[in-house]
């Protein structure tokens, strides 16, 4: 039989009650915004979105047109310098965003519709198709993306940015499936759930209303992690030279800086600001996507940065792991005399 000091609680963690406050999509949209990773990556991601609209439009040259300017470097004419042949890179550089961003978003929001239609149909049905289902999301997690790439966009040259993410896409959302499909098989025996079969609900009301609200953190988180993947796989295939991409994407610009040996002859603006560019970028989708690891898992967002008084009066900080014990606020006099208790053991076990 356990016992308890009198007046002392134990901080428990407790289930969110149904129909809270804190259980409303509002509250949780509120509670993700009021992060301060989640908000300096919208912040960040944007900027880029602005620019990827609007940024052919006031790019001050055509990317592609040849200057006397040849290797000139940041100025008030050109403020990210100029190409071996005169080209303006700032032009380049904000041409370039609007590809990098189709490519991304696209070919997430492919992956993430065909790894929610697979991982929860496989996770909710169960038995022989179910598991056919988790068959298939298994081979495509071994199907080799990039060299799949590179023969189609060869094989379809005029394809563009729309066959690239379509490729992309549909070779990356095995993992997303996966993930999906273990939390749909954890949630499908839950008391909600099953109250909502016993009340003769269909199929697809069951899955759309009960099921999916409890996994879009998950499918947020995926979605984020597949445009991130999308982004750095397309910067890499025109890095290394593929044909069949748009003409001034930020790989393309770092590829011909790498050719024309721009580090060598010391032309470091002709490749940083396209570095920069896909650093930035990378930085504001991992801060969204931390955001949302937060939000899924509160041991990540109370760890290290609340901090309590226990018994005695003193702060603590709390931990993984970690269980303060708390005095109530109306009995300072019982944690002072707790707190006196325990120096005398410590002055009579020092005196000993």
Do not use: C
């Not at 990378?282 to 996507?289: C, E, I, Q, V």
Request: hydrophobic share 50%; charged share 15%.
């Amino acid at each position: 039989m356990a016992v308890t000091a009198p007046g002392v609680d134990a901080v428990t963690p407790q289930e969110p009650v149904a129909g809270s406050a804190a259980a409303t999509p509002r509250r949780l949209r509120m509670r993700l915004l009021s992060n301060r990773k989640v908000a300096v990556g919208l912040a960040i991601l944007a900027v880029f979105l602005l620019i990827a609209i609007i940024g052919p439009l006031i790019a001050p040259y055509d990317p592609s047109q040849r200057s006397s300017d040849i290797l000139q470097g940041p100025s008030a004419k050109h403020w990210f310098g100029t190409t071996h042949i005169g080209q303006d890179i700032f032009s380049q550089v904000l041409d370039g965003t609007r590809s990098v961003m189709f490519v991304g978003f696209f070919a997430g929001v492919v992956a993430t519709i065909v790894a929610v239609l697979f991982g929860v149909t496989s996770g909710y049905l169960g038995g022989a198709g179910g598991e056919g289902l988790s068959a298939v999301s298994n081979v495509f997690l071994v199907i080799p993306a990039l060299p799949l790439i590179i023969i189609i966009t060869t094989a379809i040259p005029t394809g563009g940015d729309w066959v690239v993410a379509l490729v992309i896409g549909l070779t990356s959302w095995a993992w997303g499936a996966r993930v999906l499909r273990a939390q749909t098989l954890s949630l499908r025996r839950r008391d909600f759930v099953e109250a909502a079969r016993a009340a003769g609900e269909p199929v697809w009301r069951i899955v759309i209303f009960e099921i999916l609200p409890n996994l879009t953190a998950i499918i947020a988180s995926s979605f984020v992690g597949t445009v991130i993947y999308a982004i750095m796989t397309e910067v890499a295939l025109a890095f290394i030279g593929v044909q069949g991409l748009y003409e001034w994407n930020w790989g393309a610009i770092l590829y011909w800086a790498q050719s024309q040996e721009a580090l060598a002859i010391g032309a470091w603006w002709w490749f940083v600001p396209a570095g920069l560019a896909i650093a930035l970028l990378g930085t504001a989708l991992s801060l969204l996507n931390f955001g949302i690891d937060e939000l899924v898992n509160p041991r990540l967002r109370s760890s290290g940065s609340a901090t309590v008084r226990d018994y005695t009066g003193r702060k603590v900080r709390m931990r993984v792991g970690f269980t303060p014990v708390l005095a109530h606020r109306g009995e300072p006099a019982l944690a002072h005399a707790a707190a006196s208790q325990v120096s005398e053991i410590d002055a009579e076990d020092g005196a000993r």
